[in-house]
T-cell receptor, first 112, second 113 residues
């Protein structure tokens, strides 16, 4: 049973618009969430994270929102740029564990 | 070099071969990880090392054998693999265990024939 789910395998967005990537989780013990970006032939790169004590974290064009009651988080990219085209992974961990549980990823394509 | 490096980047091996994957981190981190990524599946954690001691083994078959001689190096020794073991093997490191941001290497694309 997948504890972290990214139900949209792909997303296509026009340059300059907002990209919204979604992630749902089932384990209420998760208290730390991360987003990673992966280009072909490279390893995942850490993008942004959020602790469960917050509901929003912003870093430049990237904002992560956390809705604990819905067990849902989202990554907003605005404005989207062609260089943002990549696979985005959501990950979660529970306090005092060594595990990051990853979703299956969403492939974002930003077109001109 | 900086960051996390992995060698080789690509490996093709037969089921009777023995090979090793190498990972090196230049970030001064204390924890290192091996992950497996199969097609259309989430990254699966295989092993976790903290301060050179294995702290987690996610029920990985014994044909995969990790080794962590120091906090900068991590190996994954492979023997008598199966075709279903073909995948991308990713190494990562972090300052400490417990869900802190992990920094990944580029991976080794393994094909077992």
């Amino acid at each position: 049973d997948q504890q972290v789910k990214q139900n949209s395998p792909s997303l296509s967005v026009q340059e300059g618009r907002i990209s919204i990537l979604n992630c749902d989780y089932t384990n209420s013990m998760f208290d730390y969430f991360l987003w990673y970006k992966k280009y072909p032939a490279e390893g995942p790169t850490f993008l942004i994270s959020i602790s469960s004590i917050k509901d929003k974290n912003e870093d430049g064009r990237f904002t992560v929102f956390l809705n604990k009651s819905a067990k849902h988080l989202s990554l907003h990219i605005v404005p989207s740029q062609p260089g943002d085209s990549a696979v985005y992974f959501c990950a979660a961990s529970a306090e005092n564990t060594d595990k990051l549980i990853f979703g299956t990823g969403t492939r974002l394509q930003v077109f001109p | 070099e900086t960051g996390v490096t992995q060698t080789p980047r690509h490996l093709v091996m037969g089921m009777t071969n023995k090979k090793s994957l190498k990972c090196e981190q230049h970030l001064g981190h204390n924890a290192m990880y091996w992950y497996k990524q199969s097609a259309k599946k989430p990254l699966e954690l295989m092993f976790v090392y903290s301060l050179e001691e294995r702290v987690e083994n996610n029920s990985v078959p014994s044909r995969f054998s990790p080794e962590c001689p120091n906090s900068s190096h991590l190996f994954l020794h492979l023997h008598t693999l199966q075709p279903e073991d073909s995948a991308l093997y990713l190494c990562a490191s972090s300052h400490a265990t417990g869900g802190h941001e992990q920094y990944f290497g580029p991976g080794t694309r393994l094909t077992v024939t």
